[in-house]
């Protein structure tokens, strides 16, 4: 199975910030890499996929880059809503995996 | 709108077995991969099982396969996650989602519990 790794597990940041989280998956995926924005007892809500691709009505502070092992979410400005867990997941071969999550809050 | 409407998840013992439903609406269910993915408290996302619009095919982790057996209803607008001989690592948050690749749309999950 292809593991993901993400970086850093956690930071705090002012508000207006530029933030970025990095995934690093174990081998080779493509562009085929998708980020998840998780609220504190909600279900995960789709910000990015095909590694680059906003998803319709996501904020456009968020986009996403990378291809092949190396993969960046950045948050242009951060704004207080944006305090969540943030995962990437690999959608290149099954099993599908998740990275283990950054949680972003604000300083 | 999208809305997907978990149901089912309990509190069981050890090898018992529970059935999780997820009401879909707001767009055409038949037309879409549906997954389950699975969330311990506290932990990160393991994504279960997938199935296509017509049924066929069907994925499962191999942490669930040969226990867990996904199944859709078109008719309904319905997807079921059958889960047999239930173990303590399997207890968490389940939720609905829409694609079986990447999740375009999630419910607000269902809590299963596995504890004596």
């Known amino acids: 199975a292809i593991q993901l790794t993400q970086s850093p597990s956690s930071l705090s940041a002012s508000v207006g910030d530029r933030v970025t989280i990095t995934c690093r998956a174990s081998q080779g995926i493509g562009s085929n890499l998708a980020w998840y924005q998780q609220k504190p007892g909600k279900g995960p809500n789709l910000l990015i996929y095909?590694?680059?691709s906003l998803k319709s009505g996501v904020p456009s502070r968020f986009s996403g880059s990378g291809s092949g092992t190396d993969f960046t979410l950045t948050i242009s400005s951060l704004q207080p809503e944006d305090v969540a867990t943030y995962f990437c997941q690999q959608f290149n071969s099954y099993p599908l995996t998740f990275g283990p999550g950054t949680k972003v809050d604000i300083k | 709108q999208v809305q997907l409407v978990e149901s089912g998840g309990d509190l069981v013992k050890p090898g018992g077995s529970l059935r999780l439903s997820c009401a879909a609406s707001?767009?055409?269910?038949?037309?879409?991969?549906m997954s389950w993915v699975r969330q311990a408290p506290g932990k990160g996302l393991e994504w279960v099982s997938y199935i296509s619009e017509s049924g066929r095919p069907i994925y499962y982790a191999d942490s669930v396969k040969g226990r867990f057996t996904i199944s859709r209803d078109n008719a309904k607008d319905s997807l079921y996650l059958e889960m047999n001989n239930l173990r303590a690592e399997d207890s968490a948050i389940y939720y609905c989602?829409?694609?079986?690749?990447?999740?375009?749309?999630w419910g607000q999950g269902t809590l299963v519990t596995v504890s004596s």
């Open positions: 707001g767009f055409s269910f038949s037309d879409y991969y």
């Open positions: 989602a829409r694609g079986g690749s990447w999740v375009d749309y």
């Open positions: 095909d590694a680059s």
